[in-house]
């Protein structure tokens, strides 16, 4: 008897133990500073953000040397994408402003990410850290969504209220088979 | 790359010396040919290492949208490609025809595939890293799959399919499930979507639900029996079939689980506002979603007679069950036959035999997916959204009608 619940409990164990473990060994264990190096996606709550900092005078400095030449003097009027917001009324609803990233944007820390990842053109991964908050700071500060004074960090930054953070609709929960929208026939 | 690419010009001008040598009688038929025996495509080394399509047949890519910004701007952020649905037989898109959408990332990056690995970590129990060898060795699988642009709309002032509904294409791709990684991996309760990140220069990155994850999405290698195009994300590309074409990441180099929607800048940039939750659900998933490539806008029928009615169909829901056609403008719908297996997501080849009486018409046609939705008219979502004809929430799927005129000539019928 003793055996025999002894062989159970080892089969219960080995059963999950099953269920963890992999079922090729096909791949590499990358080391913990390979994936600090890879891993620039930053989440809404900003967990992965870098130390550093950055101020608005800063970031105005940065953007003159390494974003201006493109994006125009104070966010617009060269080639590439508009940064500042169009004038328009104190209320109006902040969609209508246009997808300019740092207005468009869900979070604060989205315009990090991007700025991080994706600029300057042909250079990307050139600016440090503290340059890139120097600079979120300045675009924020730029479209009116943060004050002259204010310095992100990675406390400051996921705190930012950005004004088109509610204004998404929400995407439906994926599940096999299920049609786009339920109740429209097409 | 010690082949040179082939001249093609010279190579025309070539033949077309030979041609006119023919024709002039400089060469003698050795045993009582006649004249019009073809002349000879010279063998040369290219031909030898990597075929080339005859001469004669030109169908082309186009840069979309026609009359638009141009493609590719300075920028890298607007580099869209159009596929000739016109000419298109079968149901696989040759890869040198597949439409390109890229969206703030138009720079093709030159990635060495020994080089190349794709990370998958965040929430999992063991970190992996997979060189292209790695992956190589795990089971695959070959299905084919179509991709979609969202911006694939038809438009009153666009003439020809390619034009109306060339960005979308398939083909048929190899590779690893991405659960097969992910459960190598093995994802930590709560990770319920994953980031999946691209290697060019802005590194674009999409938010998938695990679900999707999970479910269908393939890590693809290849299309079409050779290595994925440099266009379409050599050497790896992530396959999310029946979702809008920016999920399909190129040149996929990391997988991040992660416990919540990131939003990131691709995923927000084709989000839809608070008050249009409709609009965003009908842009996530495609279709199902026909259309007549033959006879189409800018083509023309010669004389009235039998044609074949032939088209392409597709959902991101699953298999198409049923494609019908009009010949009528709408009164009456027959269904029409289905070429070989309608696989899911992917396109699917119908073909409807029609004799022409040479009195204008419309010719219309509509798809149902295993799902039940079917393709809907203008005016019918026009009716159902309570907006102007025209205007189509989300992904347009909406029947394209072709008008043939009493010449025998086509034109694109939408309002």
Known sequence: MRSCSVFALAMLLAGSALAQSPTYGVGRTPTDEEIRAWDIAISPTGEELPPGSGTVEEGSLVYRRQCAACHGVNGQGAGAPRLVKPNAAPDADPWSLGRILPIRAPYATGVWDYINRGMPLNREGSLSADQVYALTAYLLNLNEVIPEDAVMDAESLPKVQMPNRHNFADLPDWSRGMQRLPGYPH | ?415
């Open chain 2, 1 to 415: 790359m010690g082949v040179k690419r082939p001249d093609r010009r010279r190579f025309l001008k070539g033949g077309a010396q030979v041609a006119g040598g023919l024709t002039l009688g400089a060469v003698q038929p050795a045993f009582g040919q006649t004249p019009e025996n073809p002349t000879f495509i010279k063998g040369n080394e290219e031909l030898v290492l990597y075929g080339e399509r005859s001469p004669f047949v030109t169908s082309m890519r186009m840069a979309h949208p026609p009359g638009g910004r141009p493609s590719p701007d300075a920028y890298g952020l607007y580099f869209h490609i159009a596929a000739p649905l016109q000419d298109s037989v079968g149901t696989i898109t040759p890869s040198s025809l597949h439409f390109v959408g890229t969206t703030r990332g138009g720079f093709i990056p030159e990635i060495d595939p020994r080089e190349h690995r794709l990370m998958i970590h965040g929430m999992v129990d063991r970190p992996l890293t997979f060189s292209m060898d790695d992956l190589k060795r795990l089971p695959s699988v070959t299905r084919p799959h179509f991709i979609e642009c969202a911006g694939n709309r038809s438009r009153p002032q666009y003439e020809t399919v390619q034009e109306t509904h060339g960005m979308t294409s398939c083909a048929e791709w190899t590779g690893v499930l991405l659960s097969v990684l992910l459960k190598e991996a093995g994802v930590k309760a709560g990770g319920t979507w994953i980031v999946a990140e691209g290697r060019e220069e802005v590194k674009g990155a999409s938010s998938i639900p695990m679900e999707k994850a999970m479910d269908d999405c393939i890590v693809a290698y290849a299309m079409n029996g050779e290595a994925v195009r440099p266009q379409q994300g050599f050497p790896l590309r992530l396959l999310v079939p029946g979702f809008e074409g920016i999920f399909n990441s190129k040149y996929l180099r990391r997988v991040k689980v992660v416990d919540r929607y990131y939003m990131t800048y691709n995923d927000y940039g084709h989000l839809n506002r608070r008050d249009d939750a409709e609009g965003a659900a009908l842009g996530m998933l495609i279709g199902p979603k026909s259309v007549i490539t033959f006879p189409s806008g800018g083509q023309q029928l010669l004389d009235r007679g039998s044609y074949e009615i032939s088209g392409l169909a597709w959902s991101g829901g699953g298999a198409i069950s049923k494609v019908e056609v009009s010949t009528d403008g709408g009164r009456r719908w027959v269904d029409a036959q289905i070429q070989g297996t309608a696989h899911r997501m992917a396109h699917t080849r119908f073909t409807y035999q029609w004799t022409w009486d040479g009195q204008e018409t419309e010719l219309l046609s509509r798809a149902t997916d295993e799902t039940g939705q079917i393709q809907p008219s203008r005016a019918q979502i026009a009716e159902y959204f309570n907006v102007a004809v025209g205007r189509v929430p989300g992904m347009d799927n909406s029947i394209q009608p072709w008008r043939i005129a009493n010449d025998g000539s086509v034109h694109n019928a939408i309002v």
